[in-house]
């Protein structure tokens, strides 16, 4: 199953600390992605002959004006990691928002209809879980041609699956509870009774799930970039960054150490805001 995989219950205070830092890192992320035009100073796709070294290697971090250095081919390394992280976190935080909705619309739709067609939805679910979620998205993206565009379809299309099984499981347990059979009894509609009853419960839980999602969608975004299935050049995100850039691992290690790290925020706040909120929203069904 593509996902993340649910931990124990942490205790309050480790919890509220975890979100808060969490938070406090998705709006670091947030803020450079948006800022990039004006905190890099240059233009990320620009390729300077006089930007390399001997022999077309990259310069030291600071030479020339640029402050992480330089590229293989000259173009300035803070400008791209800015860029890229805002390419990553447009591409992830898209897909699993489709997702999320498309989860949610298939979850609910099996957990209320007729036992046939809810059958046919989930088994159809399940099919989406067995494919081996890599793959599947970087056969989109290869099929509907390299761009971000192509990556949004294909994480979307490896994400709705583990939100759709999360969202009917959760809203065929929160249909037994006794408010809802109350409000059954009372002669409430079905559409009234998901609106009012189900659904308000169950986007918390939803959310958590969504928001660990978010972590694993930029894996799967770096991970396709960085085998040559991502944003083509000279565009930049932080897989292609680190792809591109791997054979100078030892000779310039901070082309393959800032991407890297700045991934790692990425994953660590995500996870941190959903292992947080999941609780959270257990504890309020």
């Not at 928002?97 to 046939?116: D, E, K």
């Not at 659904?199 to 040559?228: C, D």
Request: aromatic share 8%; net charge positive; proline share 6%.
């Amino acid at each position: 199953m593509i996902g993340p995989t649910l931990a124990p219950v942490r205790s309050g205070e480790p919890r509220r600390f975890g979100l808060l830092f969490g938070i406090g890192l998705l709006g670091l992320i947030v803020f450079l992605s948006v800022a990039a035009p004006w905190l890099s100073g240059a233009d990320p796709t620009f390729e300077s002959i006089e930007g390399l070294g001997p022999l077309g290697e990259p310069l030291d971090a600071g030479a020339l004006g640029h402050a992480l250095g330089t590229d293989p081919k000259g173009r300035d390394l803070l400008s791209r990691l800015l860029f890229g992280g805002r390419t990553t976190l447009i591409t992830a935080v898209t897909a699993v928002g489709i997702a999320t909705v498309a989860g949610l619309l298939v979850g609910l739709l099996a957990a209320n209809s007729r036992r046939l067609f809810g059958e046919v939805l989930m088994r159809f679910t399940d099919l989406g879980l067995a494919i081996p979620g890599l793959l599947l998205a970087a056969a989109i993206a290869t099929i509907l041609g390299r761009g971000v565009p192509s990556l949004i379809i294909g994480l979307a299309a490896v994400f709705w699956a583990p939100i759709a099984r999360v969202t009917y499981g959760q809203a065929v347990i929160l249909r037994e509870r006794e408010y809802v059979e109350a409000a059954r009894v009372q002669g409430a509609r079905s559409a009234t009774i998901l609106r009012r009853h189900v659904f308000p419960h169950l986007l918390p839980i939803v959310g958590a799930y969504a928001a660990l999602s978010i972590g694993w969608a930029v894996l799967f975004e770096s991970a396709l970039g960085f085998l040559g299935a991502g944003v083509p050049e000279p565009e930049s995100s932080l897989g292609s960054m680190l792809g591109c850039c791997l054979v100078y691992y030892r000779a310039h290690p901070g082309l393959i150490l800032f991407p890297a790290l700045y991934l790692g925020l990425f994953v660590a706040a995500a996870n941190l805001v959903g292992e947080s909120l999941r609780p959270r929203a257990e504890g309020g069904r």
